[in-house]
């Protein structure tokens, strides 16, 4: 890449995207403009970012550098977003910017950024081991050259699904909001081993390495989900026994319910 990249925000999740392009030098420090809102975030990245990439203040008059980048990764929390005033150099220049903002509608993003193209990328808290899922949906004006550029982005921390905005919100449901889900059904099931006499750190081992054993065979292997059930539920055996416990709770359609509800709450939002 050539020219440089601003991020707006440069949080968690941006850093998560942003790092492993550094590491891989598919963009140098210095091609890298940064802005964050408090002088507390500005010193901890100047003293702690291992690498020296430009990062600038929001109230500075160098935040006009960041704002001159021809593709802009827009990572402030949604209700900061307000805050925001946008700065266009060039108004005849297309600038693009690549929000990564939960529930914010690409038509919202065209009305707060008039002088840009506007991009919606949908990704998940397992980008920062670098196995994130992004959905992308493009707005009417994102040439070729400019999705590739933007796609490559992603592509070093997530697999990248491109989608239409009416998808998205079950997107980030299933993808954003589920790892709450997981890590919620993995704390439960080692609270089972407690209860069960192992103690809580070995119970939470085993069941995490449960759970990748599980995802591994499914996902190398044709056996299916429900075959996968069959195969561990005898006549009158164990698996039967636990899982008509969670048939007589409900277990499937509070899961279901759970995935709509976050989907519905992503609409109101946008
Ligand atoms: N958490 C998730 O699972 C997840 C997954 C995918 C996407 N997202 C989305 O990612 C976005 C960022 O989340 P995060 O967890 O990375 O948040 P974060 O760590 O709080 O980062 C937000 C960044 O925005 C900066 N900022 C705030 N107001 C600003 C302003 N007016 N101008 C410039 N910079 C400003 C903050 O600076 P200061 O630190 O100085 O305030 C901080 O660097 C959210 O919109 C969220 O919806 C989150």
Known sequence: MSDKL???????????????LL??????????????????SFDNLINSYPYKINIFLANSTESKLVWDSPIKI????????EDLIEISANKNQSNTIVSILAGVSLNKLEKKFPNHNCVRA???????????????????????????FIKKIFQNSSKIYEMPEDYLDIFLSLTSSAPAIVALIID?????????GLNKKLSEELVIEMILGTILLLKETNIGTSELRNMVTSPGGTTISALNVLENKSFRSALIESILAARNKSKEFS
Request: proline residues 5%.
């Open 6 to 20: 601003g991020i707006i925000g440069f949080g968690n999740i941006a850093k998560a995207i942003i790092t492993p």
């Open 122 to 148: 949908v990704t998940n808290i397992p980008i920062l081991v670098r196995q994130g899922l992004t959905g992308i949906t493009w707005g009417s004006k994102i040439d070729d050259v400019k999705k590739i």
């Open 74 to 81: 827009l990572s402030v929390k949604p209700q900061q977003l």
């Open 188 to 196: 439960s099931l080692s609270d089972g081993g407690l209860s069960g």
């Open 23 to 40: 590491e891989k030098n598919f963009i140098n420090p210095d091609q890298v403009y940064c802005l964050v809102k408090s002088r507390k």
